[in-house]
């Protein structure tokens, strides 16, 4: 079975702080797809971002940057100088390749507070 | 605009009762899903579809129904409700059930089943 690890809960820094949200998976999938999900105080689900397991390369959009590392089952999301807009609950999630795996399966989500 | 809509955005329902949620997209995806969403929990899935006249059973089937008589609607039924019941229902679609396609949510039905 595949597992999604969001070990921080809750997070909270003043705003133009970096922060980093942590995310360890566990699959024995050799093809899987990581991504991330914002789900800010309205309650909507946002997708921000996928990744497959064959592309390392870490990605930049804006001020979010995600950092996948195979090595230590690892893909991290860092937010460099956040706002309060920032505020919201961020979900990382996986989905393996064939039966059960195929499904996506989250972590539990970690709550990032920005304040002013 | 397209997307997927739920209805309604909120119930309180009594214990013992029957409830569909409905879920329609208009993106023509061919994989529909239900997630539940719990504090502490994260989400969880309960069925999907992968095609009209096709579902499957998710993580936390037992309680819960669906259909899927056309490629729009995905209709959720708790035939008789019971308080552990009460969470954050979410719908998603993907263009297919392949491993790469992201998913899109509806907004949730918030329920509480007294």
């Known amino acids: 079975a595949q597992k999604v690890t969001q070990a921080q809960t809750e997070i909270s820094v003043v705003e133009k702080e970096d922060v980093t949200l942590d995310c360890v998976y566990e699959?024995?999938?050799?093809?899987?797809?990581l991504f991330w999900y914002k789900q800010p105080p309205s309650g909507e689900l946002v997708f921000l971002i996928r990744?497959?397991?064959?592309?390392?390369q870490n990605e930049i959009s804006g001020r979010y940057s995600w950092n996948f590392q195979k090595s230590t089952s690892s893909f991290n999301f860092t937010i460099t100088a956040s706002q309060v807009v920032d505020s919201a609950v961020y979900f990382c999630a996986l989905r393996g390749l064939d039966g059960a795996n195929s499904k996506l399966t989250f972590g539990k989500g970690i709550t990032l507070s920005v304040r002013p | 605009i397209a997307g997927i809509t739920q209805a309604p955005t909120s119930q309180i329902l009594a214990a013992g009762r029957r409830m569909t949620l409905r879920c329609t997209q208009d993106?023509?995806?061919?994989?529909m899903y239900w997630y539940r969403q719990d504090l502490g929990l994260g989400l969880r899935l309960i069925h999907y579809?992968?095609?009209?006249?096709?579902?499957g059973k998710g993580e936390v089937p037992d309680g819960y129904s669906v259909s899927r008589a056309n490629t729009d609607d995905f209709p959720l039924t708790l035939a008789s409700a019971v308080p552990s019941q009460t969470s954050v229902y979410f719908c998603?679609?993907?263009?297919?059930?392949?491993?790469?396609?992201?998913?899109?949510f509806g907004n949730g039905t918030r329920l509480t089943v007294t």
């Open positions: 993106m023509r995806h061919n994989a």
């Open positions: 699959t024995r999938d050799t093809t899987y797809y």
């Open positions: 990744r497959n397991s064959f592309d390392e």
């Open positions: 579809s992968n095609t009209a006249g096709t579902t």
């Open positions: 998603a679609s993907s263009v297919t059930l392949d491993s790469n396609s992201p998913l899109h």
